[in-house]
């Protein structure tokens, strides 16, 4: 019997618990920067030019263990309440970070995508994430997407502002008016695995709409010190959970 298609969330109709084992999206809680800098008798800042390091790595694995999209969670709406020159430095690093990736994502055929307000962000930021979402525009190997100035529950409520009144809604029409929010690409699938590493279990604000039915991930290992043996290992726990979406598994399937 011929398969159906996968549909625009990522399920296949007939076999969802095989959706997403070797095309899925990844979503990841970068957390304990701060921490594996103190550690080490070091400044905060220095753990998150560290983190940046384990960007790249995050991003150079993806690809060969199936992942097709990979959300990072750099900086959430409440994290204006950190000091002001903690803000500065991340905003600075975003954009050296950048800045300087901008050559390696278009040829490694990376797509790149920032999700999340920007009236906030410094206008020069704001420049260069236009710039390097043009100019990675057209990759296919991976889209990587990176939360700034996000919060899920803002991106809910502006979703919902951009609704029609009086008319119900469909799951699409709210996807896209979710999308258009928080300036994403319409149409990415959603989370299927959701790991946080630093050792801490929760969810942070972090795509709740997106991760309804994803699987958790928590990890002690600090992100600085993440790897892609870290990352292949979430991917292994994720290929042996048993994915239902509700249903109950017969003895055929």
């Given at each position: 019997?011929?398969?159906?298609?996968?549909?625009?969330?990522?399920?296949?109709?007939?076999?969802?618990?095989?959706?997403?084992?070797?095309?899925?999206?990844?979503a990841i809680t970068m957390d304990g920067n701060g921490r594996w800098a103190l550690r080490r008798g070091r400044p905060r800042d220095?753990?998150?030019?560290?983190?940046?390091?384990?960007?790249?790595?995050?991003?150079?694995?993806?690809?060969?263990?199936?992942?097709?999209?990979?959300?990072?969670?750099?900086?959430?709406?409440?994290?204006?309440?950190?000091?002001?020159?903690?803000?500065?430095?991340?905003?600075f690093l975003f954009q050296r970070h950048l800045d300087s990736e901008c050559a390696h994502l278009t040829d490694s055929g990376v797509?790149?995508?920032?999700?999340?307000?920007?009236?906030?962000?410094?206008?020069?930021?704001?420049?260069?994430?236009?710039?390097?979402?043009?100019?990675?525009?057209?990759?296919?190997?991976?889209?990587?997407?990176?939360?700034?100035?996000?919060?899920?529950?803002?991106?809910?409520?502006?979703?919902?502002?951009?609704?029609?009144?009086?008319?119900?809604?469909?799951?699409?029409?709210?996807?896209?008016?979710?999308?258009?929010?928080?300036?994403?690409?319409?149409?990415?699938?959603?989370?299927?695995?959701?790991?946080?590493?630093?050792?801490?279990?929760?969810?942070?604000?972090?795509?709740?709409?997106?991760?309804?039915?994803?699987?958790?991930?928590?990890?002690?290992?600090?992100?600085?010190?993440?790897?892609?043996?870290?990352?292949?290992?979430?991917?292994?726990?994720?290929?042996?959970?048993?994915?239902?979406?509700?249903?109950?598994?017969?003895?055929?399937?």
């Amino acid at each position: 019997m011929a398969r159906t298609s996968v549909d625009s969330r990522g399920l296949d109709p007939e076999r969802p618990e095989r959706a997403g084992r070797d095309r899925f999206h990844v979503a990841i809680t970068m957390d304990g920067n701060g921490r594996w800098a103190l550690r080490r008798g070091r400044p905060r800042d220095e753990g998150h030019v560290a983190g940046a390091a384990s960007v790249r790595r995050a991003v150079e694995a993806a690809p060969a263990l199936g992942i097709t999209t990979l959300t990072l969670y750099a900086f959430s709406s409440a994290n204006w309440r950190r000091p002001r020159g903690e803000v500065d430095n991340l905003m600075f690093l975003f954009q050296r970070h950048l800045d300087s990736e901008c050559a390696h994502l278009t040829d490694s055929g990376v797509r790149f995508s920032v999700i999340g307000r920007r009236d906030r962000i410094p206008p020069s930021l704001r420049r260069s994430i236009v710039r390097v979402e043009e100019r990675t525009s057209t990759g296919t190997a991976l889209h990587l997407r990176v939360a700034i100035d996000y919060s899920a529950r803002e991106a809910l409520l502006m979703a919902a502002g951009r609704l029609a009144t009086g008319i119900s809604p469909t799951c699409e029409d709210f996807e896209r008016a979710l999308s258009e929010s928080i300036h994403a690409p319409v149409g990415t699938r959603d989370v299927d695995l959701l790991i946080r590493t630093g050792g801490e279990q929760r969810l942070s604000d972090f795509l709740l709409w997106e991760s309804a039915y994803a699987e958790l991930y928590f990890t002690a290992v600090l992100w600085p010190d993440f790897g892609e043996a870290d990352l292949a290992s979430a991917v292994e726990a994720f290929a042996a959970r048993d994915r239902r979406y509700g249903a109950i598994r017969t003895a055929a399937s």
